[in-house]
């Protein structure tokens, strides 16, 4: 390995898809709990108004180590600047990475960023099914390293929607790009048990490929070609999958939404959305795989045409060659009795999202090598 700058970059090691989340509130901090997947040096979160109709400051920031709850380990808390400021202000729409934090960033870790938004009002952007307990509390106690403050619990990220380390040149990131599935709905909260957890887990312990960082960019509901959840697929790519540094491959796992929302969408619409996808991603220089859309007999918006999508759709992604790599999920979980249908020992209990067991079956679905194969 090479040494000085030219040898290292940044990588992404953990990612939240943006979106619109009630109103913002000034002179409020909040508390954000999240778990890193690979390890490196001088970490860099990036906070984003993306969603805000109006600027938002945000006073003081800071980052350190868990201990447990809202309680830090002491002595981790650190102040973080942005072009050499202890403030910011961002613009509506826009977003600001931070001056890097000296040090090192450990992989699998709970890293907390506390903001104290000072001033804020209109639309507030962030994360809204974190599936991890974060905290807020009135007024500027980002700085504040004990718990006795954040006794307010919030499900959601906010603001906060990217964290990065500096990692060797060989070191790249996976970005994955879905819905509900990818954002973890049905796993157990507070454990780290989505999908992407799993996979971020085999990654780290050694397996032979140069993709370390794992960033989860699902939002429940959300759909590839219209927005309603979260903005489409296709209209966040660049935002929540190619804007992040040193990402090397996207996951593409989306299209249930779009296919049991009754809308009329057909197999050849949400395939050519799919190919719009994976020349974005190409011409971005980035690997795509692609994730077979799961089987879904026993929810409620299930039926027969809308299986018939789901069928040819997971051809295209199975045998088209136009995806560098393919996860078969729908194999890997379906029922062989019933292959509509989840297998129940996977199934979550509303027969479409997978349980713990489910998520950890996709995880090892994945061949790590193919995360790296264009």
């Given at each position: 390995?090479?040494?000085?700058?030219?040898?290292?970059h940044?990588?992404?090691?953990?990612?939240?898809?943006?979106?619109?989340?009630?109103?913002?509130?000034?002179?409020?901090?909040?508390?954000?709990?999240?778990?890193?997947?690979?390890?490196?040096?001088?970490?860099?979160i990036?906070?984003?108004?993306?969603?805000?109709?109006?600027?938002?400051?945000?006073?003081?920031v800071?980052?350190?180590?868990?201990?447990e709850?809202?309680?830090?380990?002491?002595?981790?808390?650190?102040?973080?600047?942005f072009?050499?400021?202890?403030?910011?202000?961002?613009?509506?729409?826009?977003?600001?990475?931070?001056?890097?934090?000296?040090?090192r960033?450990?992989?699998?870790?709970?890293?907390?960023?506390s903001?104290y938004?000072?001033?804020?009002?209109?639309?507030?952007?962030?994360?809204?099914?974190?599936?991890?307990?974060?905290?807020?509390a009135?007024?500027?106690?980002?700085?504040?390293?004990?718990?006795g403050?954040?006794?307010?619990?919030?499900?959601?990220?906010?603001?906060?929607?990217a964290?990065?380390?500096?990692?060797?040149?060989?070191?790249?990131?996976?970005?994955?790009?879905?819905?509900?599935?990818?954002?973890g709905?049905?796993?157990?909260?507070?454990?780290?048990?989505?999908?992407?957890?799993?996979l971020?887990?085999?990654?780290?312990?050694g397996?032979g490929?140069?993709?370390?960082?794992?960033?989860?960019?699902?939002?429940?509901?959300?759909?590839?070609?219209?927005?309603g959840a979260?903005?489409?697929?296709?209209?966040?790519?660049?935002?929540?999958?190619?804007?992040?540094?040193?990402v090397?491959?996207v996951f593409?796992?989306?299209?249930i939404?779009?296919?049991?929302?009754?809308?009329?969408?057909?197999?050849?619409?949400?395939?050519?959305?799919?190919?719009?996808i994976?020349?974005?991603?190409?011409?971005?220089?980035?690997?795509?795989?692609?994730?077979?859309?799961l089987?879904?007999?026993?929810?409620?918006?299930?039926?027969?045409?809308?299986?018939?999508?789901?069928?040819?759709?997971?051809?295209?992604i199975?045998?088209?060659g136009?995806l560098?790599?393919?996860?078969?999920?729908?194999?890997?979980?379906?029922?062989?009795?019933?292959?509509?249908?989840?297998?129940?020992?996977?199934?979550?209990?509303?027969?479409?999202?997978?349980?713990?067991?489910?998520?950890?079956?996709?995880?090892?679905?994945?061949?790590?090598?193919?995360?790296?194969?264009?």
């Amino acid at each position: 390995m090479g040494s000085g700058k030219a040898s290292r970059h940044q990588v992404v090691t953990w990612g939240a898809s943006a979106d619109r989340l009630g109103p913002a509130v000034a002179d409020r901090s909040y508390r954000l709990v999240v778990r890193t997947s690979v390890g490196g040096t001088h970490p860099r979160i990036r906070l984003s108004n993306a969603f805000g109709d109006r600027p938002v400051t945000f006073g003081s920031v800071y980052a350190g180590a868990r201990a447990e709850g809202a309680r830090l380990v002491p002595g981790s808390n650190r102040r973080i600047a942005f072009g050499g400021a202890r403030s910011i202000t961002v613009a509506p729409g826009d977003s600001v990475t931070s001056d890097p934090l000296p040090g090192r960033l450990a992989a699998q870790s709970d890293l907390v960023v506390s903001l104290y938004v000072s001033d804020a009002a209109g639309q507030a952007t962030g994360h809204g099914m974190a599936m991890q307990t974060s905290y807020t509390a009135a007024g500027d106690h980002a700085g504040e390293e004990g718990d006795g403050s954040w006794s307010e619990r919030i499900g959601s990220w906010f603001y906060l929607d990217a964290v990065s380390v500096e990692s060797g040149a060989g070191t790249g990131a996976v970005v994955a790009l879905g819905d509900s599935i990818t954002d973890g709905w049905q796993s157990t909260s507070d454990t780290n048990r989505r999908w992407p957890d799993y996979l971020s887990r085999r990654l780290q312990s050694g397996s032979g490929s140069g993709v370390k960082g794992v960033a989860n960019e699902g939002i429940s509901g959300n759909k590839v070609l219209a927005d309603g959840a979260g903005q489409s697929a296709l209209d966040r790519l660049q935002r929540d999958v190619l804007s992040q540094p040193g990402v090397r491959t996207v996951f593409l796992f989306e299209g249930i939404n779009d296919i049991k929302a009754h809308t009329g969408v057909t197999a050849d619409q949400l395939i050519a959305g799919y190919r719009q996808i994976i020349d974005r991603a190409h011409a971005a220089g980035t690997c795509v795989v692609g994730g077979t859309i799961l089987p879904f007999k026993g929810w409620s918006e299930f039926d027969a045409a809308g299986e018939a999508v789901r069928q040819e759709v997971n051809d295209f992604i199975r045998s088209s060659g136009e995806l560098d790599a393919v996860t078969d999920f729908d194999k890997a979980l379906r029922s062989p009795y019933d292959p509509e249908r989840l297998l129940p020992v996977f199934d979550g209990g509303d027969h479409l999202h997978p349980n713990d067991k489910g998520m950890r079956v996709m995880a090892d679905a994945v061949d790590p090598a193919k995360l790296d194969s264009c």
